[in-house]
Structure formats: structure tokens, C-alpha cells
């Protein structure tokens, strides 16, 4: 006797019988497998293939799980450089780099000192974000060598000599009684005083603080 119930079990009746289907099978003879795609449970693009009461997804690039509902984490491996923020997105990702990088992965250290903000030849050190200047010997200071420092500040000039602030340097005016060392023989550099009692002197330091001797004073 031929197997009236093909995917099923038989259970006979009174003059009839019934069939019993397995599980993914239908129809009165338990013949027609069930279409477990029909429903579309593949989410995101994933493709279905019907089984034997079941499905099987195959995903698009990106997505995983029994019904490609899992957005793989691309970020999982930390692509991004320390500091930057990643996007996941489908299957790729996006490196939000923190101020001062640059690059796909954050990965490139902004050149701060390409715009020359040391100023006054100060040297330049890129940093993150911003910039060191080493003002040294520049005769300048401030965080971009942009302050000309005060060289009268220290009251060089003594016997009431006038200072004159200069670039790394300062310049006193001394009354004739008085002279300094000088670092500059440039006298003549600076015109005389209208008042013949002072003459101006460039450099040197401890200006005006000894008594001229004679044939120092006057010259020029
Ligand atoms: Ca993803
Ligand atoms: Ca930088
Ligand atoms: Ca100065």
C-alpha cells in the first residue's frame, strides 16, 4: 500500500483516514512543503533559500544573523586614531577626528606651525592643536614672540640717564659728565642732543654709570 500521507503520519477512520503533516509540510496529503520565505524574515537586503521547515538568510556585505538583522560593528577593532570618535555605518565606518588631526583614520598631526606664527624668527613646534614658540634671542617674548621685551625695565641706565627700549638691546642718553661701556662704537648712530649736556650712546650696559675720562666725552 502506497504512503497516502508523504510528509505525514497516517491515522486511520471509520471509512477514511487522516493525515498528520510534519513540521514545514501542508496540504491533505502533507505533499506541499511550506515556503518559509514567504514571510520575508531576511531584513536588510539578505537573500531567502526555503528549507525543510526553516530558512536559511544569506546576508548582503555588512550584516549578519539568522535574519541579517545584525549591523556588524566595523568600529569593533578601533580603527580611528586615540582620541577620535568612530561612525559605524554599513559595512564600512567613519573616523571623527578631535581638533588638530586629520586623515581617514585620524591618523596625520596637523601641521601647526606651517602658517609661521612665531613671530619675530621665533622658532616653531607643532603641538596638538596649536604650537610652542621658543622666542630665545629674539628679544621678543609672549606665546608667539609678539611682545617686544622691555630691556629699560631693569633701570640700566644709571646717573639719570633716559632709556630707550630697543630690539634685544636698549640705548641710554647720558649727560656728557658720564660714559659706559659700549658695545657699539656707533655714536654718531644717534643725533646729539640739542642739549649739549647729554649725548646718546648705543648698547652696552651699565650705561652712564661712571664719570667719563677726559676725551671720552664730547666726541662725535
Ligand atoms: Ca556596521
Ligand atoms: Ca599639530
Ligand atoms: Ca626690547
Redesign the pocket.
Known amino acids: 500500500m502506497p504512503n497516502i500521507c508523504i510528509h505525514g503520519l497516517c491515522i486511520n477512520g471509520q471509512g477514511s483516514y487522516q493525515c498528520y503533516c510534519k513540521p514545514g509540510y501542508t496540504g491533505d496529503s502533507c505533499d506541499q512543503d511550506i515556503d518559509e520565505c514567504l514571510s520575508s524574515p531576511c531584513k536588510n537586503g539578505g537573500t531567502c533559500q526555503n528549507l525543510e521547515n526553516n530558512y536559511e538568510c544569506t546576508c548582503i556585505e555588512g550584516f549578519e544573523g539568522k535574519d541579517c538583522s545584525i549591523n556588524i560593528n566595523e568600529c569593533a577593532s578601533n580603527p580611528c586614531s586615540a582620541g577620535s570618535t568612530c561612525v559605524d555605518g554599513i559595512a564600512s565606518y567613519k573616523c571623527v577626528c578631535q581638533e588638530g588631526l586629520s586623515g581617514p583614520h585620524c591618523e596625520i598631526n596637523i601641521d601647526d606651525c606651517e602658517s609661521q606664527p612665531c613671530a619675530h624668527g621665533g622658532r616653531c613646534t607643532d603641538a596638538l592643536n596649536g604650537y610652542a614658540c621658543d622666542c630665545a634671542g629674539t ?1 621678543y617674548t609672549g606665546a608667539s614672540c609678539e611682545l ?4 629699560c625695565a631693569s633701570q640700566p641706565c644709571r646717573n639719570g640717564g633716559s632709556c630707550f ?6 640705548r641710554c642718553a647720558c649727560y656728557a659728565a658720564f660714559t659706559g661701556e659700549s658695545r657699539s662704537t656707533s655714536r654718531l648712530a644717534w643725533p646729539k642732543d640739542n642739549n649739549v649736556s647729554r649725548q646718546y650712546i648705543y648698547g652696552g650696559k651699565e650705561m652712564c654709570c661712571s664719570i667719563a675720562k677726559a676725551g671720552q666725552q664730547g666726541n662725535g
Open positions: 628679544g617686544n621685551i622691555d630691556e627700549d630697543d630690539v634685544n638691546d636698549y
